[in-house]
């Protein structure tokens, strides 16, 4: 299997010249009207189904993001083409047979294996890192909210960085079944567009979008991969988000995600479910910079509220959290925004919370106090 690799001798023929030269032929155009057309079919089929099937709500969208990852798609997408183009150009020791089944299944096994492997630990490293983060991975998280479209509305370098890593099997492993290789490019389209669809069966990426610093192999684990996420301590169910109650409440709800079930209420499909928690979308600048929130903190209602719902079980809306002190407020304690923005209320939203709640516990011990002596 490994014959015809760089670790076995292989010569990849192709020079640069070659490579460049290729890149204005009518065989180029064609491959990126078929890769464009792929995209197109798929994209719209799974907003279908999302919409139909799944009562997906896609009008909460803004025009302004729409237009980017239009502009962000066509900058990723041909980078992709361009990118895998040159793989199969660079790539001389191909193997063309699509009856050899064995084969077929090796390959493609394979170089998901390592796909998966270099997406996880690279989609890690942008989000830890403020250079790559800010010059690489920073475009696609501008959508908090996601949708189809927002699968690869990547920057340039994103694509370029990703690609890289359909050549790693072919190349240095002799993965080379241009068939099993085909079949991983493809899918990993398909997953990428499924993974930001905001189906219930989905929301593992959707997480990533409301927590930043988890969840970062998203899809793949569905198809038969490897699930780094839970592997290395970076895996969260949607219940551990608080934010995601607040940004997709509608799927959170019809959703039952846990370690011992995967199910859909399709009761809930479709209803809109109050849910309006205090947390501002703000996009952050790195890891460091996020607006988490801390689900043990009682003062924001849990998502594991939004998964009764999802079982038909009784419990008190999201607009009503729960409360440790039954001591009713005065309107005049004074209140910390936590909502993101500039300077460090954005950085430290978890240390403000708790600020203003004790100055509404020493607020109520006064009255407490004023009014025993009284």
């Given at each position: 299997m490994v014959k015809g690799s760089l670790l076995y001798g292989d010569n990849d023929a192709a020079t640069l010249k070659d490579i460049v030269q290729s890149l204005f032929t009518v065989d180029f155009a064609l491959f990126a009207a078929a890769y464009y057309m792929f995209y197109l079919v798929i994209a719209a089929a799974v907003s279908a189904i999302a919409v139909i099937k799944f009562k997906v709500d896609y009008t909460n969208l803004k025009i302004s993001q729409l237009r980017r990852e239009i502009f962000l798609t066509l900058e990723g997408y041909t980078t992709n083409a361009v990118c895998y183009w040159i793989v199969l150009q660079f790539i001389s020791s191909w193997r063309y047979d699509f009856t050899d089944v064995k084969d077929v299944a090796i390959s493609y096994i394979g170089n998901s294996l390592v796909f998966n492997a270099w997406f996880y630990f690279s989609h890690r490293l942008w989000h830890s890192n403020r250079f790559l983060y800010h010059y690489v991975h920073s475009h696609h998280h501008e959508s908090v909210i996601v949708c189809p479209l927002t699968a690869l509305s990547n920057a340039w370098t994103e694509s370029v960085w990703v690609s890289t890593g359909y050549v790693i099997g072919p190349y240095f492993f002799g993965f080379s079944n241009i068939w099993g290789w085909y079949m991983v490019t493809l899918s990993i389209v398909l997953e990428a567009i499924i993974g930001h669809s905001r189906i219930p069966y989905s929301l593992e990426h959707a997480t990533h979008h409301a927590a930043y610093n988890k969840n970062y192999g998203f899809f793949s684990y569905r198809m038969g991969r490897i699930n780094f996420d839970k592997l290395l301590n970076?895996?969260?169910?949607?219940?551990?988000?608080?934010?995601?109650?607040?940004?997709?409440?509608?799927?959170?709800?019809?959703?039952?995600?846990?370690?011992?079930?995967?199910?859909?209420?399709?009761?809930m499909l479709g209803k809109d479910v109050d849910c309006d928690e205090d947390i501002e979308c703000g996009i952050p600048t790195m890891v460091s910079e996020l607006d988490e929130r801390d689900s043990s903190d009682s003062s924001i209602p849990s998502c594991l509220d939004c998964n009764c719902l999802a079982q038909n079980k009784e419990v008190l809306s999201c607009q009503e959290p729960m409360e440790e002190e039954s001591t009713p407020l005065n309107n005049d304690i004074p209140l910390i925004s936590l909502s993101s923005g500039k300077g460090k209320n954005r950085r430290h939203p978890a240390f403000l919370r708790l600020v203003s709640k004790s100055l509404q516990k020493i607020k109520i011990s006064k009255q407490k106090s004023t009014n025993s002596k009284s």
């Amino acid at each position: 299997m490994v014959k015809g690799s760089l670790l076995y001798g292989d010569n990849d023929a192709a020079t640069l010249k070659d490579i460049v030269q290729s890149l204005f032929t009518v065989d180029f155009a064609l491959f990126a009207a078929a890769y464009y057309m792929f995209y197109l079919v798929i994209a719209a089929a799974v907003s279908a189904i999302a919409v139909i099937k799944f009562k997906v709500d896609y009008t909460n969208l803004k025009i302004s993001q729409l237009r980017r990852e239009i502009f962000l798609t066509l900058e990723g997408y041909t980078t992709n083409a361009v990118c895998y183009w040159i793989v199969l150009q660079f790539i001389s020791s191909w193997r063309y047979d699509f009856t050899d089944v064995k084969d077929v299944a090796i390959s493609y096994i394979g170089n998901s294996l390592v796909f998966n492997a270099w997406f996880y630990f690279s989609h890690r490293l942008w989000h830890s890192n403020r250079f790559l983060y800010h010059y690489v991975h920073s475009h696609h998280h501008e959508s908090v909210i996601v949708c189809p479209l927002t699968a690869l509305s990547n920057a340039w370098t994103e694509s370029v960085w990703v690609s890289t890593g359909y050549v790693i099997g072919p190349y240095f492993f002799g993965f080379s079944n241009i068939w099993g290789w085909y079949m991983v490019t493809l899918s990993i389209v398909l997953e990428a567009i499924i993974g930001h669809s905001r189906i219930p069966y989905s929301l593992e990426h959707a997480t990533h979008h409301a927590a930043y610093n988890k969840n970062y192999g998203f899809f793949s684990y569905r198809m038969g991969r490897i699930n780094f996420d839970k592997l290395l301590n970076t895996w969260s169910y949607k219940s551990e988000i608080p934010r995601m109650c607040k940004l997709y409440r509608r799927e959170v709800m019809s959703y039952v995600w846990n370690d011992n079930e995967y199910k859909v209420n399709w009761d809930m499909l479709g209803k809109d479910v109050d849910c309006d928690e205090d947390i501002e979308c703000g996009i952050p600048t790195m890891v460091s910079e996020l607006d988490e929130r801390d689900s043990s903190d009682s003062s924001i209602p849990s998502c594991l509220d939004c998964n009764c719902l999802a079982q038909n079980k009784e419990v008190l809306s999201c607009q009503e959290p729960m409360e440790e002190e039954s001591t009713p407020l005065n309107n005049d304690i004074p209140l910390i925004s936590l909502s993101s923005g500039k300077g460090k209320n954005r950085r430290h939203p978890a240390f403000l919370r708790l600020v203003s709640k004790s100055l509404q516990k020493i607020k109520i011990s006064k009255q407490k106090s004023t009014n025993s002596k009284s």
